[in-house]
């Protein structure tokens, strides 16, 4: 592991000391965001931006919600490890729940994003924890805005992702592809439920007033949809 030499929490890089193998490996060891490549790289960020006396293993997060997520961010920890450990608990969020919540994918996909900023240097470890910030409100909105309607998982997740693109009639196309997924529902197994489902989006998308990239649009969903049952 790396341990610092000097133990306050702020702002000025402290020495670090190899002590064996990268601690940042079990701070983010995702399959789907990084490779060992990626590792080797992270233990290098780590070595030249983390500052703390002793970077520990994080425990497996008992509750998987906005509020772990939230502690994780404002935890005493660097800024470095706290980026770390939120990538490592929002792909542990959805990775676990979103066959049950869908549009986690989509936030699954903006970490993955962010992470690649991170690795490549693009992005300075503030801004990456800002990013990350925003996430964490993402996820809390989404589920605020999921109990407060009667969608089923795939509806709502076309709902979120249509609104969240500025889609105005995102609710009235969340119902009517609702309706066909209840009406088709092996259509992920069924090419011709499958194509049953295409023409009730392209419908519904039509009919909210969205004319161009509509075929992309229903592709996009449906795949993100396809993901999460993987």
Request: with cysteine; charged share 30%; aromatic share 6%.
């Amino acid at each position: 592991m790396w341990r610092a030499t000097s133990g306050c929490s702020g702002s000025s890089p402290q020495k670090l000391i190899h002590l064996g193998e990268p601690a940042v490996t079990w701070h983010y060891d995702r399959g789907v965001i990084v490779d060992k490549e990626f590792l080797r790289k992270t233990a290098q960020l780590v070595r030249e931006h983390t500052e703390t006396t002793a970077v520990q293993q994080p425990t497996k997060l008992q509750r998987l919600d906005s509020e772990a997520l939230q502690a994780i961010a404002d935890a005493d920890k660097p800024d470095t490890v706290k980026v770390f450990n939120l990538l490592k608990a929002i792909d542990q969020l959805t990775g676990s729940q979103a066959q049950q919540e869908p549009y986690l994918i989509g936030i699954g996909d903006k970490a993955e994003e962010i992470a690649r900023r991170f690795e490549e240097r693009q992005e300075t470890t503030q801004a990456t924890l800002e990013e990350l910030r925003k996430l964490i409100a993402e996820v809390r909105r989404a589920r605020e805005e999921r109990d407060a309607t009667e969608l089923s998982p795939e509806s709502f997740a076309v709902y979120w992702l249509l609104q969240r693109d500025g889609v105005s009639k995102a609710g009235e196309v969340a119902k009517a592809t609702g309706e066909a997924f209840d009406q088709f529902p092996h259509w992920q197994t069924s090419s011709h439920q499958e194509q049953e489902v295409r023409k009730s989006f392209y419908k519904a998308l039509i009919d909210a007033g969205i004319i161009d990239g509509t075929v992309d649009i229903a592709q996009n969903i449906l795949k993100m949809l396809r993901r999460a049952t993987k």
